[in-house]
């Protein structure tokens, strides 16, 4: 168990969840990409301890896309780089805990992969990007984005995320995650709730939530972050103080470096355009007995149109 009170466990097409791939890249390669569709799933498993378990076999995994069993591809343990997107709430009320969230913010990208390629997102009631240009892996530049960071204003975090999902578009890495801190729920926000689990659907983003709630405060509202993180693969965190946040992300740092990358093909009849829901199942060696895992509840594949034009491309 990570510091603080953890919330509940639970790409489309390239850049949606699906990417093309085929045998594990070598070292030092982070693409993942041919010329056959895959749904690619980064899938964290853990014991009864909830610690991570290494060493697995594509044995030890069974995949269904709609109740169907799928065909594992491809199959590897290794630290993808990932595109990062971190979102962090500017509005007045985290004046007190500003210093705490850039001090951990800072020390995550301390702990990424080189060749992450990450960007800031500030939010109060209006959204916007603290780099200079897309994405940066310098971690003194990143660390000036923060500082400049004003605390003011209200809290539009669904607008946020919304634009933190389409700028994750952008990005060149297969793998792709999104951490939002943010003290409350939203009160200014165009988008809604529905729409922003929508868009990160689409994204294939993995999000990391992290609430930091006042006692009194009216905005609190767990059940969103939660709502965000669980069908991602992602997870929730309600630290008691903001002094937990470096050990927080330390732990989102670990997750996202030490999860097992599995991909398939899915059938033709899925260029539907509709949601289509995924189940992972990982036995241990031996036993047989289940594992927890975490992974994306689900993709939206192309609709018939956009497949063909891709296929014609």
């Not at 994750?168 to 995650?177: I, N, P, Q, V, Y």
Request: charged fraction near 25%.
């Amino acid at each position: 168990m990570p510091e603080g009170r953890r919330g509940d466990h639970s790409r489309g097409w390239a850049g949606l969840g699906l990417a093309q791939t085929e045998p594990p890249p070598p070292e030092g390669a982070f693409r993942i990409s041919t010329n056959v569709e895959r749904v690619v799933l980064p899938v964290t498993v853990a014991d009864r301890q909830d610690r991570v378990v290494p060493d697995l076999t594509r044995d030890n995994f069974r995949l269904y896309d709609d109740g169907r069993l799928q065909a594992v591809r491809d199959f590897f343990y290794r630290d993808i780089p990932l595109t990062v997107g971190l979102v962090m709430d500017s509005s007045t009320s985290m004046g007190p805990k500003r210093d705490n969230a850039i001090l951990a913010a800072l020390s995550f990208v301390r702990l990424s992969n080189p060749e992450d390629e990450a960007f800031v997102v500030s939010f109060n009631e209006k959204v916007s990007f603290g780099l200079p240009k897309p994405f940066s892996a310098d971690p003194e530049q990143l660390g000036t984005a923060f500082l400049d960071l004003p605390c003011r204003g209200r809290t539009a975090l669904y607008d946020a995320v919304v634009a933190a999902t389409e700028h994750l578009s952008g990005g060149t890495r297969d793998k792709k995650a999104l951490i939002v801190v943010s003290d409350g729920g939203d009160n200014v926000s165009r988008y809604r709730l529905r729409q922003t689990i929508e868009a990160i659907q689409r994204s294939g983003a993995i999000v990391y939530a992290i609430g930091l709630f006042d006692a009194d405060d009216p905005d609190r509202n767990p059940g969103v972050l939660k709502q965000l993180a669980r069908p991602t693969g992602g997870e929730a965190f309600f630290p008691e103080s903001p002094r937990q946040l470096p050990g927080i992300l330390a732990r989102i740092a670990q997750d996202l470096r030490s999860q097992y990358t599995i991909t398939y093909a899915p059938a033709t009849e899925a260029h539907d355009g509709r949601y289509h829901r995924i189940q992972v199942i990982a036995t241990a060696p031996g036993s047989g007995r289940r594992l927890a895992v975490r992974t994306r509840a689900g993709y939206y594949a192309p609709a018939p149109d956009s497949a063909a034009a891709g296929a014609s491309q």
